[in-house]
């Protein structure tokens, strides 16, 4: 009995050190197995470079162009992205944009890298600002860069003590990015100073940009390996060579604002939204002239992006005055060919010429010039067409049109107060109230006479004449 108690004690201490046995044993192996696994995450990270983001930045640089790219890098840091390439492809733009898009490259948390494509593509401009502004600057073959002389909205030259300023703030701006960067700043200036483009190859022999690659993979094959000082961050190598890519377009507001800013989307909304506006001078409908009048404010939208031509503007808004015209003036269709001629020559010069070497090179297209020019024709010869046929009807009094016999039946369109219009036959009419007494919208009226195409209406209920 004295030994029990010592036995049971025996085999407490035994079953005790059993449980911590195993307990260092699963330890070691937990932590050998998380060794594992972070060894393999890291041979992993090594073979994929991580992840890149790739931002396709086209068009005019504007407001929403900065926007986007600095939303979309900002969006890669927080996800971890080893780099951003932005492939880019612009004419040029806005100053305070590029200098947003500067400032936001400078700052960038992450290596960024511009890539100048597809080949025929170009960084004219503040195309050229950006490019120099990331930490790798590459350009696929047949690419161009250059011609970053700062011009006003109109194409011209900034002149006196103001166009100083600015040609001096931006070769400030250009050798700051240059001496950051550690690019040739001497060449850089010449595309201001002197407004020089040049190839991809004459760039890269430049020191300008860095090298040429014709595909995204070339991109990161040629970017890995190089140290780049990264703000915030210091020097940071790229590890990039077969990363998996995923690309990070605008999101739908920010592609429809930056829709508005193509040069022949912003004259065909400027087309449509006068063509509203004629449609609703011949007939009153309120909406066509809202949707040409909505159109016409979304294409000054984009012009505010734009090098507008204030010529081809006044061009444009003549050769609607003369189709307005030919309403009212006989002219037997000379208005109409002179309208439609105003318009051509608008389209043609509605923005900077191009060819400037100052300028963007941004234009209507041709094709599109003679199909909207095309369409204004076909409108107006139909409009024409209907207004001869109108003027050709007279009445057996010698009036010009065709008035509706007495006793039809209409409705009031636009109250009369007295005059207004009715809906009859089909067809709108100018109409005023036989006893100049006001009849409201919806009223049904019946036709008692005409005062030329005006035609007189008075209420349906009102009592017809006793017969005798």
Known sequence: MDNLPAMSQSGSVSSASRVVGWLRGASR??????????????????????????????????QVMAGYLHEGIAKADREGAAA?????????????ATQKIVQTLLEAPLPTIVWVSPSGSHAASAGTFITMASHVAVMAPGTR?????????????IEGDLGEKVMQDTLAM???????????????????????????????????VDGIAATLDDVLAFANGRTVSVHGDGDVTLAV??????????NPLQAFLHLLSDPNI?????????????????????????LGGISIILAFIGFGSLPLNIGGLLLIGLAVVLFILEFSVTS?????????????LGAAALYTEPGTPTAPDISVAIE????????????????????????????ADGLIGAPLPADSLGEVRRPLAPIGSVYAAGEEWTARSADEQPVTRGTAVRIVGHDGLTLLVEPAEANRPSAH
């Open 266 to 290: 912003a004259f065909i909304l400027f087309t449509i939204g006068f063509y509203g506006l004629i449609f609703e001078l011949q007939n009153p409908n309120f909406v066509t002239g809202i």
């Open 29 to 62: 192996l937990a932590f050998a197995v998380g060794l594992a696994m972070l060894v393999a995450g890291a041979v992993k990270g090594q073979d994929s470079g991580g992840r890149v983001y790739v931002l396709p930045t086209t068009g005019i640089v504007d």
């Open 174 to 208: 250009l050798r700051a990015i240059g001496e950051v960067r550690q690019r040739n700043v001497e060449w850089a200036l010449t595309t201001v100073t002197e407004a020089r483009a040049y190839s991809a190859n004459e760039a890269v022999d430049a020191g300008g």
């Open 332 to 344: 037997h269709g000379l208005l109409t060919v002179a309208g439609i001629v105003c318009f051509a």
């Open 368 to 395: 599109v010039i003679v199909i909207m020019t095309t369409l204004t024709g076909g409108f107006m010869i139909f409009v024409l067409l209907a207004v001869m046929r109108t003027r050709n009807m007279t009445t």
């Open 145 to 157: 860069i250059g011609a970053a002389t700062p011009i006003t909205g109109e194409g011209q030259d």
């Open 241 to 250: 060579a077969g990363a998996a890519t995923e690309e990070l377009a605008m």
């Open 84 to 96: 951003v390439v932005i492939r880019l492809n612009t004419p040029g733009g806005a100053l305070d």
